[in-house]
């Protein structure tokens, strides 16, 4: 497999749970992006990681919403204290470097009931 | 606020019609890619151009830029029903992107 690949592919959960969003980005990639889209919407930037730190996180939309990529590869998304404003597709991006060609994942369906 | 916004929101055309949608953007960038994307999920890239191009072609694609009107076009020729999809352009390396372009082809 050598796209973007992320898990769960589907993710319903109760409003006030934490959730963990995963994505594994196309190996070699330096750059890795999130972005959440709202159905009828595009894509809405949320944070972007060059290696391990987060280069920009100004799309996070308040403190529930926190990323990590500790080595440098995965990525995990974390939502504390679920709201059913959450719901949406998760997107994952990677680039080799900056400002090269983005290449998605096909997203995780975060519903909170 | 978003960047990019495409224009027409939607297109019906027949098969072998061209279809040419835009994008227009606020600021100054880098570059600005095109996407595709079918049922809501993962977005599939077409072309990426970057602030120093003008134009750009792959395949049935070709797509232009004028740093000067901030915008972009993306045009498609001869096509396909497969081609139904909703076409997104992302300006800049945070991509910002729009509310899209949904295209039909009907055979």
């Known amino acids: 497999g050598a796209g973007v690949s992320q898990t769960p592919s589907n993710k319903v959960t109760e409003k006030g749970k934490y959730v963990e969003l995963r994505c594994d980005p196309i190996?070699?990639?330096?750059?890795l992006y999130w972005y959440r889209q709202s159905l009828g919407q595009g894509p809405e930037f949320l944070i972007y990681?060059?290696?391990?730190?987060?280069?920009?996180d100004s799309g996070l939309p308040n403190d529930r919403f926190f990323a990590v990529r500790p080595e440098g590869s995965v990525s995990t998304l974390k939502i504390q204290r679920t709201e059913r404003g959450d719901s949406a597709v998760y997107l994952c991006?990677?680039?080799?470097?900056?400002?090269?060609?983005?290449?998605f994942g096909p997203g995780t369906r975060l519903t909170v009931l | 606020s978003q960047q990019g916004e495409e224009d027409p929101q939607a297109l019906s055309i027949q098969e072998g019609e061209n279809a040419t949608m835009n994008c227009s953007y606020k600021?100054?960038?880098?570059?600005l890619q095109w996407y595709r994307q079918n049922s809501g999920r993962g977005l599939v890239h077409l072309i990426l151009?970057?602030?120093?191009?003008r134009e750009k072609h792959s395949g049935r694609l070709r797509v232009t830029l004028d740093t000067s009107k901030k915008s972009s076009s993306l045009l498609i020729t001869a096509s396909r029903a497969a081609d139904t999809a909703s076409y997104f352009c992302?300006?800049?390396?945070?991509?910002?992107f729009g509310g899209g372009t949904r295209l039909m082809v009907k055979p």
């Open positions: 992302g300006a800049g390396n945070m991509l910002t």
């Open positions: 190996s070699g990639h330096t750059a």
């Open positions: 991006a990677s680039s080799l470097i900056p400002g090269n060609e983005q290449f």
């Open positions: 600021t100054s960038i880098n570059n």
């Open positions: 151009i970057r602030s120093n191009e």
């Open positions: 990681f060059q290696g391990t730190g987060a280069a920009d």
